[in-house]
């Protein structure tokens, strides 16, 4: 179905100019956006017009890109009912089970004076927050432990010990709060430009517009994956390099498409030299890793722009980047806790416990975020002969959404045939079906002949040089 109604339009229009003229973008070109598709997300906040409207965005950066090289801007149409689907799950496997999302031991608890969320998905997440329990990994036993706390103890001491923790709190409470006050000042993303491009210029297709430019992906869940995935549909090659032992088996099924995926061991100098090798043939660097990791291991934003000068490299981080939280740890649903969207899901529906968002809705609409920054980046580079460097917070998104009431939503009914793209995706777990991309953007061919595959299959290096 293609109806959607005024106050839907006008809400989705709404965080499309939000987002697109917090990044820069001119005001005029919004007239470009369409939406259409009928139905949202069940969400005390705009989940599905947040979707929708990062998602036009992105799209919109998109067009922007093939109207500075060919002269015409095409049309953006954006499918709110798809885009709400990407927000979720764009995969649906064919005779084989999705893998668990969520670690035994993760979950909302609650301490003796509120809720805590542990994060404990990643093993040494969740052996500090065990180890600061004195609990087994056994939920009931940890329930007992946390329930002897109270919650923003607890947070500050398994933050101390390197796990991830968030304690829910009211979203006045954040509006007091020293992290929550500094990122209300923040923009919606920071850009600086990074000095001149030798490389400017690539052969350009505008059907597939990022055909024959190389993005190197070093991000993990959620939001970075999101991002290098568009850029993938619209024809990028994307390589995701991880370390030796790292797996994210919740989420890999549905954001490796278009991506091959290789693994390097940033401790040997071997595989330093390696990553320094690929950041030469880079086009465009997304990083999700913590705000010192990459100094630390050599390879800081100058080691990075002198490596590849032009480079378009574009960051995230989760709770800002200034204020007390600045290099916090963190993932969306902890922000959720943090931001105050959790407690005011709660209260709002009368609920007994956390009452988070239907979809991890600041990862994904931050991904389309970056997305965009990467897009808006490459304009700039051809336009202007200039690298840059971008970078925004999932935090910043959650002050977004925040910022907007959210209006009832007509329920969306479930994904039908005519909701997938043809064909079968052959994933390295089985037959899938993909839904539809959530845009089209008039002249170009969104989509990829690479299915989405496991960690570690590919080497590190570029398939094809430019």
């Excluded at 007239?31 to 705009?46: D, E, M, P, T, Y």
């Excluded at 059907?207 to 939001?223: E, M, Y």
């Excluded at 089209?440 to 969104?446: E, H, K, S």
């Amino acid at each position: 179905m293609d109806q959607v109604t005024q106050q839907d339009t006008g809400t989705d229009a709404a965080f499309l100019q939000d987002i697109w003229t917090g990044i820069g973008g001119d005001r005029a070109h919004l007239a470009k956006v369409r939406f259409i598709g009928h139905g949202g997300l069940k969400s005390v906040f705009g989940t599905t017009p947040l979707a929708a409207g990062s998602v036009a965005a992105t799209g919109l950066a998109a067009a922007e890109l093939v109207a500075a090289r060919t002269g015409a801007m095409p049309e953006v149409v954006v499918d709110r009912r798809h885009a709400s689907f990407w927000f979720g799950w764009s995969l649906h496997p064919q005779g084989w089970p999705l893998p668990a999302s969520w670690d035994a031991v993760a979950g909302d608890y609650a301490t003796r004076d509120g809720w805590i969320k542990l994060h404990t998905n990643a093993p040494h997440h969740r052996a500090a927050a065990l180890a600061v329990l004195g609990a087994p990994a056994e939920k009931a036993a940890v329930a007992r432990a946390v329930a002897t706390w109270s919650a923003d103890e607890l947070e500050a001491a398994i933050v101390a010990a390197g796990g991830c923790a968030a304690a829910m709190r009211p979203m006045a409470a954040w509006a007091a709060h020293p992290q929550g006050r500094a990122v209300a000042q923040e923009p919606m993303l920071w850009v600086e430009p990074t000095g001149p491009a030798p490389r400017r210029d690539w052969p350009f297709d505008p059907a597939r517009p990022l055909s024959g430019l190389r993005v190197l992906d070093l991000t993990r869940v959620l939001a970075g994956p999101v991002a290098t995935r568009f850029l993938a549909l619209l024809g990028a090659e994307v390589l995701r390099i991880d370390p030796p032992d790292w797996e994210e088996p919740g989420v890999i099924p549905e954001v490796t498409l278009g991506k091959r995926c290789a693994r390097l061991d940033l401790r040997k100098p071997e595989d330093k030299e390696r990553l320094a090798g690929l950041f030469r043939d880079a086009d465009v660097f997304l990083n999700g890793y913590r705000p010192d990791a990459l100094e630390r291991l050599g390879f800081g934003t100058q080691a990075r722009h002198a490596l590849r000068p032009g480079l378009v490299d574009v960051r995230l981080d989760a709770y800002g980047w200034t204020g007390p939280w600045s290099g916090r740890r963190g993932f969306d649903s902890l922000v959720q806790m943090s931001s105050g969207i959790a407690e005011e899901g709660m209260r709002r529906t009368g609920a007994d416990k956390p009452t988070p968002l239907p979809v991890q809705a600041l990862d994904h609409a931050t991904g389309y975020i970056l997305a965009a920054a990467a897009l808006r980046g490459l304009t700039r580079r051809f336009t202007e002969g200039s690298g840059s460097a971008s970078r925004t917070s999932l935090a910043r998104t959650a002050a977004l959404l925040v910022s907007r009431p959210g209006t009832p939503e007509v329920p969306m009914a479930p994904a039908g045939e005519a909701d997938f793209s043809e064909g079968i995706e052959t994933t390295s777990w089985g037959p899938a079906r993909r839904v539809r991309p959530p845009l089209t953007i008039a002249g170009l061919d969104i989509g990829t002949g690479i299915a989405a595959g496991s960690l570690g299959t590919s080497e590190p290096a570029w398939a094809h040089r430019g």
